[in-house]
């Protein structure tokens, strides 16, 4: 018998105002072994899934209609890399969500430099990044918006549902975070938040390294390009010992003083 969260607390899940979603999504250890709970708004029957075998561990309970499930998996108290299988609404075939275990993804270090303003790469840890978790291969995103109360990452992996993958917040940054299973370059996806006075907002990705052209305005799952390494006569060309050419030009004081040249001419000639 699964332990059902709050009716509260469900209803702010799919109202998508709900802070603190990992607290209630997922696995957690109870008396009765380990419990699975997952949001699958439009999903009509779901299974746990065991990753790494395909065998069905559970069948999970639709609590709600609007697509909450739970359930238990007796005599096993330890998270495992697991998946949600079953029949979907749309698409209209079964499919499957991974459940992967629930890891912070920014590294301590990673934090304490982007809290200073020193992180020289900001780059490798903000925006979308192809990762692979617990053997499940999919897509990291981290944001930073402090002053957010919700932040969900929305793109063509989850019909851009806001509701479907709600992001942790990192209180000691205000940064945002949230691996996707199966999300994969060349997808499109976008930051639906809450701000601060209640107002919801879709925001594309400003780490992003790939956008859809004018005048659509998605971010696009793109990996970092190859680092190319520089030539041996461009790094000799910013040597100490090298002569250097500077070029500095201020074309509106050069009219100014022009104009100011002339009409002394001028009042000198009477």
Known sequence: MSELPDR???NALFAGNYADPFSLLGMHRTQQ???VRALLPEALEVWVIETSTGRKLAQ????????FFSGVI????????LSAGGELARPAKPGRRCLSLLVRLLQEMDLWLLAEGTH????????AHGDVIDGVFGTRFCVWAPNARRVSVVGDFNFWDGRRHPMRLRQELGIWELFVPGAVNGQLYKYEI????????????PYAFEAQMRPQTASMICGLPEPVEMKAERKAANAFDAPISIYEVHLGLLASSHRQQLLAELQRAG
């Open 33 to 35: 072994g380990l419990e």
């Open 194 to 205: 809450i701000d601060a006075n209640g107002e919801l907002r879709i925001k594309a990705d």
């Open 74 to 81: 007796p005599r096993r108290k330890k998270p495992v890399p």
């Open 8 to 10: 509260d607390a469900i």
């Open 60 to 67: 999970l309970v639709c609590e709600d209609a609007r697509g």
């Open 120 to 127: 020289l790469r900001p780059y490798e840890t903000l925006g």
